[in-house]
């Protein structure tokens, strides 16, 4: 994908070196151990030579030249050590001292600083010729967060450009002039008073302690730390993090990006919950001990009691009720490893295909709905070529809260020129980043993009050659969407039908036209033919198959892509093969040393918790979720959990399934062990033990290892990259990955063979389909099955918030993030507040016909008129205690972004 | 944040000349001194207005208006005096003058006056020592050689200015 650098003659320091043409030279300098300083130089953002240390005499020109500005050219002669050169940033460094207090003592960033480290090369012993001083000017304490102390101020603007450039906040500028400059917020307003998302990116990026991570001050000096890379779990975007732990606390103590993978977070981005959300991991509520419900209490017990109840308990209940009568919950916040575990201790062990995990919450109707259509269910294209599009449609999905660092590359790509059409009932940040913005009404998604697909065929805006060469079925598409015409559109979404056209007119014109969604598409009845009617405008117009084209799903949680990859599944085993195709079961009942594996598909999530209800469901076995909280229709799930025989539980946290457990294993989190995860673009990444288990907690993979060999399966893993080894064995699209090729930058799927580069972008030339072509398939418009009438005339939507991370058993535990966003706010538009005469922060109660919760009002035109936004953050408000368990018949997902519920004033 | 500066009439003067402006890129600059000939300052809420008709973020517009000395966040009076406190105008009595004219307008610091027609502003000299002490009342009327006497004249001018303005509006 690189594009073609011409690579040229240059002379450094009298010596001749190939370098590439157009390039930074400081870049260049550095990557090939030259010994260059510099202050205000960082790969992910625009170079600006303001600090001047990287200064070379470059012949032919008069003065020095900042090497980092500096672009490699032909026949270009440098010197990079000359006395002139030297003498230069000898003086320049000297009056940064002498702007800059001596109080390394005290300072967090003492062991870490670059200007520390240039002060004690140029001057050794004694004064700088300047000698040092303090500006005097009051800290920034107000952030959470962030700490500034402008009296440490070097003024080399990284913190005002990662955040205008990478974040795409811009919340600090360069103010004033001369010596009086300084990077501040608007009107010097405190940081916590402006809108910083609390990315903590300037803190990342700033090389001395003006802007410095709050929570970690006074906790380690750095040479005390102990670096590790891994993954961050919190979204699907992976974003590769360098995490630093007091080993002697067993501690972590700070995050910041690793520099090593600017496709995935851009070498410095973070957001709010991947930096700062790690505080739970010592949080003295962690299950440090296995727990045994015992006279009626969970008490704990010794692992060995613990697991053998367990065990024999399972072995009693596949004895008398058959193996079909125990389900597993696979987890999409464990790593690839554990998941194939748990589903081969499911499949091989006790004989049931009845596992399923989260995905069938969120992106089940993605895996259906693509599959169909091009012929496989994951993200067609990377989080990064979004940046060669020409227009982006984005719809049901809400990135910068959600995804943030990907919401911030979108902001980029719309800086860069792309034209963004937003399609969401919600007034989402990125609509004012918009050139239009189409407010559907909730659930009438196929009726719109049919609608913007008849105006495409009608204005002949789609690709005839495209269609014709690489795809099947267009005329059965063409003529359903026929009667979508933009009058009747209108009147089903709400959106003018000017705007339907102009949609069409501006995703039908573009050269590269990328669609993203995620959760607002997925998460209804008719969610599979949401996603079918992204596909066919995709296939309509050839977007598909180049970079800044596809159809992209973001997806949840860190791992739902490799917790699906992996077979957490009950209708496929590892890499979508199918457990109902016979030759497929051979090749497992093979590589797994087992006969007569279960030809049948197993139950979904919601059909496993009505399976209990009907007395069919045994046993339940949950790894790492909180179905209480996060399934729809929850008074419905713990119903379930109270009928169920055995209810084992593995997390890290007591959370509301758990108190219903009979056995709870106390796990090890994402820091505390080895393993892979698979992010949203099929990126297989490492993520690697930073601190050991807390407590008597183990990794849940030696927890499944040691089930498995008390119920008679031998297990004998001692390590998970083992358990990798034997994933690629029986995984085809996997077959390629190792750990020792995951070591830097990881490998996307798929990747079939130990030279396979992996795969950046889906379908390109063909299809996944046997015949190469991608099918299009007619959906038609259905309403909802639950629609706001006279009784309950609101529409109710539930959703993420920035500070929070699904059902708040980590983020819930980080007190910053939860002193930001302590409690549930139900956002309702201005105009029905006034209405139910409501005023910010007045409690109401909501009400569904499945049950009412109680929170906080917040005013906002996100919300459109007759809809209330609730997110399900809260235990103590759990909205789906409302939400409606109808599901799609095709992907088993339930509608949560449709219910009916009441509002009244409490 | 509501205050009474949002239903002030210059909001809608300066917006009329904002929607005038056919690329609004790099425009800024020019917006901002239109928009300061309008209110006579910036305070945050009209930075904060012009960075939203603009698109551009607030820390920008916030940047822009602190680098510029052209540019003030602080009232000044309808006519600011700037008083050279240069070395020229020093030692022939730029002091004195700025002793008289703080007695006469009694006002301290760069505040407006009571009645908002003056402001006192010290600057480092407006390069024309050899007339010193110098004096500059508004963006151009300038004068050299000033004796206390003579600055008393040069207020008295501008008031009765503004008194003849003001019975012209009441006739």
Redesign the interface.
């Given at each position: 994908m690189l594009p073609n650098v011409n690579m040229v003659k240059i002379d450094i320091d009298g010596k001749a070196y190939m370098a590439p043409e157009g390039k930074n030279l400081l870049e260049f300098l550095l990557k090939n151990g030259f010994d260059i300083p510099h202050l205000c130089y960082h790969p992910s953002v625009e170079s600006i030579g303001a600090c001047r240390m990287c200064v070379v005499e470059v012949e032919g020109a008069r003065n020095l030249q900042t090497s980092c500005t500096t672009v490699i050219r032909k026949e270009l002669k440098i010197k990079t050590h000359t006395n002139r050169v030297e003498k230069s940033r000898k003086m320049n460094l000297s009056l940064m001292l002498s702007e800059h207090p001596n109080e390394c003592m005290t300072c967090d960033m003492n062991g870490n600083c670059d200007l520390q480290d240039l002060a004690y090369k140029y001057f050794p012993s004694g004064e700088p010729t300047f000698g040092y001083s303090k500006r005097g000017i009051d800290l920034d304490d107000s952030s959470e967060f962030i700490l500034r102390d402008l009296n440490k101020c070097i003024q080399c603007q990284l913190c005002v450009r990662v955040c205008?450039e990478v974040q795409g906040m811009?919340?600090?500028?360069?103010?004033?002039?001369g010596y009086k400059e300084l990077p501040?917020?608007?009107?010097e307003l405190p940081l916590a008073e402006t809108d910083c998302v609390n990315c903590g990116q300037c803190a990342t990026i700033c090389p001395v302690g003006a802007i410095t991570e709050k929570p970690s001050i006074g906790k380690a000096r750095w040479w005390e730390t102990k670096k590790t890379k891994t993954t961050c779990a919190y979204c699907g975007v992976g974003c590769q993090l360098d995490v630093y732990a007091d080993p002697k606390k067993n501690e972590i103590v700070r995050v910041t990006a690793s520099e090593e993978n600017p496709e995935v977070n851009d070498g410095v981005a973070t957001c709010v919950k991947g930096k700062f959300g790690y505080e739970f991991v010592n949080h003295p509520d962690r299950l440090t001990n296995p727990l045994l419900r015992k006279k009626g209490k969970l008490v704990p017990v010794e692992w060995d009691e613990a697991l053998d109840y367990t065990t024999k308990k399972m072995l009693d209940i596949k004895e008398k009720y058959g193996p079909n009568s125990i389900a597993f919950l696979s987890s999409a916040r464990c790593t690839n490893e554990e998941n194939y575990l748990l589903q081969k201790i499911a499949r091989a062990v006790i004989g049931t295909n009845n596992v399923d995990h989260c995905a069938r919450l969120c992106h089940a109707s993605t895996v259906a709905g693509l599959a169909r259509t091009f012929g496989s269910g994951a993200m067609t294209n990377n989080l990064l070529d979004i940046l060669d599009s020409n227009v982006i449609l984005l719809t049901g999905s809400n990135p910068t809260e959600n995804h943030p660092v990907y919401g911030s590359r979108i902001k980029r790509a719309v800086r860069n020129g792309a034209k963004l059409v937003v399609a969401d009932p919600r007034r989402i940040e990125l609509v004012d980043y918009s050139v239009l913005w189409l407010r559907h009404l909730p659930g009438t998604d196929v009726a719109l993009f049919n609608g913007i697909l008849n105006v495409i065929i009608k204005e002949g805006l789609y690709d005839e050659e495209f269609v014709k060469n690489q795809t099947n079925s267009f005329e059965e598409v063409k003529s359903t969407v026929e009667k979508y015409t933009p009058e009747y559109v209108s009147r089903v979404t709400q959106v003018p039908a000017e705007d339907i056209v102009k949609a069409a007119k501006i995703y039908g014109g573009a050269t590269n036209a990328v669609i993203i969604y995620a959760m607002g598409i997925t998460q209804h009845v008719s969610g599979t033919n949401n996603v079918i009617s992204l596909a066919n405008l995709a296939m309509a117009t050839g977007n598909i198959g180049r970079p800044g084209t596809g159809v992209n799903p973001l997806r949840g949680q860190g791992n739902v892509q490799g917790a699906c990859d992996l077979g957490a599944l009950p209708n496929v085993y590892t890499g979508y093969q199918k457990v109902t195709d016979e030759a497929i079961q051979r090749k497992f009942q093979k590589a797994w040393n087992v006969e007569n594996l279960s030809p049948t598909n197993g139950l979904t999530v919601v059909e496993m918790m009505n399976a209990i209800i009907d007395g069919k469901i045994k046993a339940l076995f949950v790894m790492g979720e909180n179905p209480r909280m996060s399934d729809p229709d929850a008074l419905h799930v713990e119903k379930a959990l109270k009928k169920v025989e055995l209810l084992v539980s593995m997390d890290i946290f007591p959370n509301d399934t758990n108190k219903f457990a009979h056995v709870v294993l106390a796990a090890a989190s994402q820091y505390e062990k080895d393993g892979t995860i698979t992010n949203t673009e099929r990126r297989i990444q490492r993520v690697r033990q930073v601190i050991n288990p807390i407590g008597n907690s183990k990794p849940d993979w030696i927890i499944l290892q040691e089930i498995s060999n008390r119920l008679g399966y031998n297990m004998n893993y001692s390590h998970p990259s083992e358990i990798m080894s034997e994933i690629a064995t029986v995984t085809p699209i996997y077959s390629g990955i190792s750990y020792e090729r995951l070591e830097h930058t990881g490998l996307q799927w798929p990747c079939r063979s130990q030279e396979d580069p992996g795969t950046p972008i889906l379908h390109a030339g063909k299809f996944a389909h046997i015949d190469g072509k991608g099918k299009f398939v007619p959906v038609e418009f259905a309403e909802p099955p639950e629609l706001p009438d006279d009784e309950y005339p609101f529409y109710l939507s539930t959703g993420r918030i920035l500070y929070h991370y699904h059902t708040g058993t980590m983020t819930r535990r980080v007190k910053e993030i939860n002193d930001i966003s302590p409690e549930v706010e139900i956002e309702i538009n201005p105009s029905d507040a006034e209405k139910l005469e409501v005023k910010s922060g007045d409690i109401v109660k909501v009400t569904s016909r499945r049950g009412s919760i109680s929170g906080k009002v917040k005013i906002t035109r996100r919300s459109m008129e007759r809809m209330v936004f609730i997110p399900f953050h809260y235990s103590e408000a759990a909205v789906n205690e409302l939400t409606l368990a109808v599901l799609d018949p095709i992907s088993k997902i339930p509608s949560f972004k449709v219910a009916a519920v009441k509002i009244e004033k409490v | 944040m509501p205050t009474i500066l949002e239903a002030d009439s210059g909001f809608k003067e300066l917006d009329k000349y904002i929607d005038g402006i056919k690329e609004k890129k790099g425009m800024l600059i020019g917006v901002l001194h239109k928009a300061q000939e309008i209110f006579g300052y910036l305070p945050v809420e009209v930075q904060s207005h012009v960075a939203e008709k603009l698109h551009v973020p607030e820390s920008t517009v916030y940047g822009v208006v602190t680098f510029y000395s052209f540019f003030t966040m602080k009232p000044r009076g309808k006519y600011p005096i700037k008083l050279c406190m240069g070395t020229a105008c020093y030692v022939k009595g730029g002091s004195k003058l700025l002793e008289t004219l703080r007695e006469e307008l009694e006002v301290k610091g760069d505040e407006p006056t009571k009645n908002g027609l003056f402001s006192i502003h010290e600057v480092r000299c407006l390069g024309a020592c050899s007339m010193a002490p110098v004096v500059l009342v508004g963006d151009n009327d300038f004068h050299g050689h000033v004796t206390p006497h003579k600055l008393l004249q040069i207020l008295d001018s501008y008031r009765q200015k503004e008194g003849k303005r003001n019975e012209n509006k009441k006739s």
């Open positions: 205008n811009s919340i600090y500028s360069m103010t004033n002039r501040a917020t608007p009107y | -």
